[in-house]
C-alpha cells in the first residue's frame, strides 16, 4: 500500500513559520516526532506499506499529522489558527494520551477534495513507558486558508505570547528561533533583528494558514498478532502477596523483579509445586478474540489442552494469569509457554517464551 500525496499547493516557508508558533506555544513539544515506520504496520491493513521518509512528507500531511497529535494532547482547540466543532470529531479511540509519545506513522492517503478541502487516513502508534502501544486509525477531513483582518490581530497577539515562552528557554533553543526569525523578516522586507517584536508577529500572523477541521475521527487498531511479555513466578510468592502482583499493569515492575529464570524453574519444579503464568500484552487484544494459554514442551505448539478461553476487556492492555500445576516429575529438557489468540476459524501461537 503505497503512500499518496495529492495535494494544492501551500508554500514551505508558510508551514515552516506556523510551525515555529506551534513549536514555542508548547514548549517545543515533541507532536511530530515521528521518524519511523513500524514493520508490521501492513499486518494491520491485510497488505504492505511503503517505506517514506518523513521529511519528504507534504506540507498538506505535517498539517493533518500535527493536528492529530495536537488533539491527543488535548491542545487542538486551544489553538487560535485552528476551528473545530465538536460535532465533527467521532473519536472511538480514548486513550489517555497524558503517558504516550508519538513514534509512528503511515499515511495512507492524502487526497485534495473537489472543494478545495484536503482528507488524509494514515495509522498512528503510541507508546508509554510500559511499553504499552497504542494503535489507531485515524481520518482528518480539513481546509487551509488565510486569515481575515481580524483573526490576524489575533494571531498577532498569540505570537508575541509565544515570543515570551521562547525567552524562557535554553539558549541554544533561543538562539534556532532567533536565526529562524532573522530569516523570515530578510524574505519579507523587515528590519532584520532576530527578535520577534509587533511588525514582524503581525505579518507572520498575515501568512499563518487558519486551520478548519471538518471532520475528525479515530478508532483503536488490533494487530494480528499482538506483542506480549511472559513471566513465570512461584505459586507461594504470588499467594503471600496478592496485592503486589495481582493489579494488572501496575504490577509489571513487581512481576519483573519475582520472574523465575529457566534455571529456576528447572529447581523449583518438582511435583507438587505451582507456579504462576503472567502474560502481558503489549498490544490491544480484541474483545472478541480469545485468548487461550498452553504448556508444551514445544515452541509455538499446541498439544495437550489449552487453557480456558478468557477475553480482553475493550480498549485495555490485557493481563492474563494461569496457574501451572507440577504433577509428575519432568522428563523434557524443555517447556515453553505459548499464547494462542483466536483467528477468524482456528488459534494462532503469537508468543511463545522458554521456561525451562
Known amino acids: 500500500m503505497a503512500l499518496v500525496c495529492c495535494y494544492r499547493e501551500i508554500s514551505m516557508k508558510r508551514l515552516l513559520y506556523s510551525m515555529v508558533i506551534i513549536v514555542s506555544m508548547t514548549l517545543i513539544h515533541s507532536c511530530t516526532a515521528m521518524n519511523e515506520l513500524r514493520d508490521n504496520v501492513g499486518g494491520f491493513l491485510g497488505g504492505t506499506c511503503e517505506r517514506v521518509d518523513p521529511d519528504t512528507l507534504k506540507p498538506a500531511s505535517r498539517l493533518a499529522i500535527t493536528a492529530f497529535e495536537m488533539e491527543k494532547a488535548g491542545m487542538l482547540e486551544a489553538f487560535p489558527y485552528v476551528y473545530i466543532s465538536p460535532k465533527v470529531k467521532d473519536l472511538r479511540n480514548t486513550t489517555d494520551y497524558s503517558s504516550f509519545k508519538p513514534i509512528n506513522v503511515v499515511v495512507l492517503s492524502l487526497n485534495e477534495n473537489p472543494d478545495g478541502s484536503f ?28 486569515p481575515d483582518k481580524k ?11 509565544a515570543a515570551e515562552i521562547v525567552g524562557t528557554c535554553d539558549s541554544e533553543v533561543r538562539q534556532e528561533f ?8 530578510k524574505e519579507n522586507g523587515l528590519v532584520v533583528d532576530g527578535a520577534l517584536g509587533k511588525n514582524t508577529a503581525r505579518s ?3 501568512t499563518t494558514p487558519i486551520i478548519d477541521v471538518r471532520e475528525m475521527k479515530s478508532h483503536i487498531v488490533y494487530p494480528e498478532k499482538p506483542k506480549s511479555m511472559i513471566f513465570v513466578l512461584a505459586y507461594d510468592a504470588v499467594a503471600a502477596a496478592p ?3 495481582n493489579k494488572g499493569y501496575k504490577s509489571l515492575d513487581a512481576v519483573k523483579r519475582s520472574a523465575l529464570s ?19 500484552f503489549l498490544d490491544r487484544v480484541s474483545p472478541d478474540r480469545a485468548i487461550r494459554i498452553c504448556v508444551t514442551p514445544s515452541e509455538k505448539r499446541q498439544t495437550g489442552e489449552l487453557s480456558p478461553a478468557k477475553y480482553a476487556e475493550p480498549e485495555a492492555w490485557p493481563v492474563i494469569t ?8 519432568t522428563e523434557t529438557e524443555k517447556l515453553f509457554v505459548n499464547v494462542f489468540v483466536k483467528g477468524t476459524y482456528t488459534y494462532t501461537c503469537v508468543a511463545s517464551s522458554q521456561i525451562m
Open 119 to 146: 482528507s488524509q487516513d494514515m495509522i498512528c502508534e503510541s507508546a508509554d513507558r510500559l511499553g504499552r502501544i497504542d494503535v489507531s486509525c485515524n481520518r482528518i477531513v480539513f481546509a487551509v486558508r488565510n
Open 151 to 161: 483573526e490576524a490581530a489575533k494571531l498577532a497577539k498569540e505570537i508575541l505570547k
Open 178 to 185: 532567533k536565526e529562524a526569525y532573522r530569516e523570515y523578516q
Open 204 to 206: 507572520m500572523a498575515e
Open 243 to 245: 496485592g503486589k502482583y
Open 262 to 280: 529457566p534455571r529456576e524453574f528447572k529447581r523449583l519444579a518438582v511435583p507438587g509445586k505451582k507456579f504462576v503464568v503472567f502474560v502481558y
Open 322 to 329: 494461569e496457574i501451572l500445576s507440577v504433577d509428575e516429575a
